[in-house]
C-alpha cells in the first residue's frame, strides 16, 4: 500500500515492527552508560548527566511560585526527563514520534493547566477571581478585560501542547522530505546526495536541540503560569 509522508505519524500504516530493535539498543546504550559511570571511586562527568535535567528543573522552579507547590517540582522534572526522551526516540528511524501528536501534548498540558486553575479557585477564591481584572483600569474596560483574560488563561494549555506538537511534527517532516531527496539523489549524482546527506546530518542535530528546547519550553511555561496562584488565603 502506497504512504505519504504523513503515515509516519499514523500508528495504523507505520512501521511498528522496526521500534523494538531501536529502542532495545538505544535503552542497553543508556543503561551501560549509567552503570558504567557509578563503578569509579570518584564520580566522572559521566555520572552528572543524567542529574541535569533535574537541576535545571529545581533552579528554574525555585525562582517561581511552583516551589511552595508541593510535588509540582518532581511532576515537571519527571515530565521534562519523559519529554526530552520521546523527542530523542521520535528522532531515530521507524520509531514512531508520540510526542508529535497533540492529543498525546494535550494529555499533559490540560491535566496540569487544569490542576493550577483548580488548586488557585481552592486555596483562595477571592485572589483566584482578581486576577482576572487588572488593577488600575477604567471602569467602562473592565468587562472587556475580564473577558480577555479569561479567554487568554482558558487558552493556555491549547497553546502550550499545540507548540510542541507544531514543532516536532514540521521537524520530522522535514527530515522525512531530505530523506526521500537524499536517497532519490543518491542513484542520479554523488556529490548531490553528499551535499543532501551532509544538510541532513546537520538538520538531524538541530532537530536534536529543538527536542532539547521545547521539552524545556513546555516546563518552563508551566512554572510560569503557577505564578498566577494566589499565595496566601
Known sequence: MMTDI?????????????????????????SMSTIAASIWALPSRMSWVPFIPSSMMNEQTSRTFSVHLKGLTLI?????????SLNMLGLLPYVFSTSGHLFFTLSFGLPLWLSLILS???????AFTA??????????????????????????????????????????????????????????SLSSSITLLSIQAFFTAFEIGVGLIQAYIFCLLLTLYSEDHPSSS
Do not use: C, Q
Not at 501542547?161 to 521537524?171: E, Y
Open 6 to 30: 504523513f503515515s509516519s505519524f499514523d500508528p495504523a500504516t507505520s512501521n511498528i515492527h522496526y521500534l523494538s530493535p531501536s529502542f532495545f539498543w538505544l535503552m542497553t546504550f543508556i
Open 76 to 84: 515537571l522534572t519527571s515530565l521534562f526527563l519523559i519529554l526530552i
Open 120 to 126: 488557585g479557585a481552592m486555596h483562595n477564591p477571592k
Open 131 to 188: 486576577h482576572f481584572l487588572p488593577s488600575g483600569a477604567p471602569d467602562w474596560l473592565n468587562p472587556f478585560l475580564v473577558l480577555i483574560e479569561t479567554v487568554s488563561i482558558s487558552v493556555r494549555f491549547i497553546t502550550l501542547s499545540f507548540r510542541l506538537a507544531a514543532n516536532i511534527t514540521a521537524g520530522h517532516i522535514v527530515l522525512g522530505l531530505m530523506g526521500i531527496y537524499a536517497s532519490s539523489a543518491l542513484m542520479s
